[in-house]
């Protein structure tokens, strides 16, 4: 029968010199040991542990299928200096659990990754989708903004993880506020000296307010295209 989590076995990776309580082998530090409440440390060999292999963590479905299929398994700890917490460093598994796993995770790599191909493609799309919405916002609030802009102002505001504010909560709802914001900033930019003076030495508060009002009346012209300059 599988062993349950709830009666987790732990083995800790010692930073000290240890000796095992049963046999009384000195098992100097770094070594492998159990905890026992009535017979305090135990090595691997008294503990009944020593016939199962070592798998360090990193390959999380090889990790699962050989905890799945092996009868004892323990989870191997080590403490962190640097993090002041005990840190996970892989299993102790069955030497038959762990063949059997890595069989089936080489069986099934290639399903895996033409899986991972598939949703990379789905969230480019939704991705591509999600711009396309945002220029054409863009194009309801500012209908004089021309085409090319409008794409490069969606594009730039949404790439992901860049933490620019077309990837904002409000944003995503295309909020007039969000809008408004990635479009200015496009302006500012691109439509007036701003990157010049910050590259003065110009506080960016100082900057953004010397180019207000060139950033205002391209925004205000967008905005109203008949609108005379």
Known sequence: MEQKDKSE?????????SICSDCGKNLGD???????????????????????LFLQSGD?????????????????LKWSRARKRYERQG????????????KKCLSDVEFRNRRNERAAIRRTEINRVYVKGFAEKIHELYPGCPNRRAKEIAEHACLKHSGRVGRSASAKE?????????????IRHTATDY???????YDRLDAR????????DVLLTWENPSRKI
Do not use: N, P, Y
């Open 209 to 216: 307010f010397q180019v207000e009002d060139k950033v205002l």
């Open 30 to 52: 770094k070594a492998w040991i159990t905890l026992t409440r009535e017979k305090g440390a135990l090595c691997l060999s008294c503990a009944d542990l020593d016939h199962l």
């Open 195 to 201: 990157d010049i003076l910050l590259s003065k030495g």
């Open 174 to 186: 295309f909020s007039t506020k969000a809008i408004e914001l990635a479009v200015m900033a496009h």
């Open 9 to 17: 076995i732990i083995v800790f990776i010692s930073l000290r010199e």
């Open 91 to 102: 299993l102790l598994v069955e030497e038959k659990a762990l063949e059997l796993a890595e």
């Open 60 to 76: 999380a479905a090889l990790t699962r299928r050989s905890k799945k299929h092996s009868t004892l398994w323990a989870v191997v």
